[in-house]
């Protein structure tokens, strides 16, 4: 896919309503390319969902987006991600403060083996936060973000093992909103929860995108439907095609969209 096809994607919005452009993107895992090209923007405010069969480079790509491929050893990244005018792989960007910026929700719940409160303060204690009144106005504004506060409200100092699935979660949303981010990435996030929970998460989102810029990986194209403004869809490394979500279900411009989304492979 063509970079003049990318921004056309985004035509009607200027440069600074852009939260990230990726340009000629390239990742290989020792000798295997597993990113090819890519050519992305990302609109402030919006839900980006990016669909795909399994092995397709999902994960791998929004890993690239706070810099979390570089845990992985063996990794080779080339291109540019351009976040907020900056380059994210030019080695002076502190991946520190990347991360504060770009929040992550991975597909299981991950809370902490810690009380609800201290999962939500763990963030803001590691950037200084001491002072408890703020703290416990932080857990409040991060629960009710999370849609969850009414439901834990009495039991903040109960360990968050004990939550439901969904409840855990929210309770990991919460935590990465803690700490402010500009972005939130999501892999796969309700694939481990039930349909109540995922319609809790869903509505969740709509909420959020006020507020954050969301990037979700889902296998759902139910759900990347129902909750993005815009939808990627890779194979095989590429993205094939990017534009409103509205069009790539209706009247995708590729044919291999098409199959994959109405179900001819996948």
């Known amino acids: 896919m063509s970079e003049t096809q990318t921004q056309k994607s985004v035509k009607g919005n200027n440069d600074t309503k852009l939260v990230y452009k990726t340009n000629g993107l390239n990742l290989w895992y020792g000798e ?17 969902a990016i669909i795909g069969p399994s092995g397709c480079g999902k994960s791998t790509y929004i890993k690239t987006l706070n810099r979390m491929i570089e845990l992985i050893p063996g990794v080779k990244v080339t291109g540019e991600i351009v976040y907020r005018g900056r380059n994210i792989l030019d080695k002076s960007y502190p991946v520190e403060e990347l991360r504060t910026k770009v929040g992550m929700v991975f597909q ?3 809370p902490f083996p810690k009380s609800i409160y201290e999962n ?16 416990d106005q932080i857990v409040e ?3 009710r973000g999370a849609a969850i506060w009414d439901e834990v409200k009495d039991r903040l100092n109960t360990n968050a093992y004990g939550l439901s699935g969904g ?13 402010e981010p500009d972005v939130i990435l999501m892999d796969e996030p309700t694939s481990a929860l039930d349909p109540i929970s995922t319609l809790k998460v869903e509505e969740l989102l709509q ?6 810029s969301i990037i979700i990986v889902t296998h759902n194209m139910q759900q990347a439907a129902r909750i993005s403004d815009k939808t990627a869809f890779f194979l095989n490394g590429e993205v094939i095609e990017f534009s409103e979500t509205d069009k790539i279900f209706s009247n995708p411009s590729d044919k291999r969209t098409e199959d994959y989304i109405t179900g001819r492979f996948g």
């Open 32 to 48: 295997n390319h597993a990113l090819k090209d890519i050519q992305l923007n990302v609109v402030e405010n919006e839900v980006t």
């Open 108 to 110: 299981k719940p991950n």
């Open 120 to 135: 939500v303060v763990y963030g803001p204690r590691i950037h200084g936060i001491r002072d408890k009144k703020i703290l």
């Open 141 to 143: 504004k991060s629960l």
């Open 167 to 179: 409840q855990q979660q929210r309770l990991c949303i919460a935590r990465c909103m803690a700490i």
């Open 207 to 212: 909420e959020l995108k006020k507020n954050f």
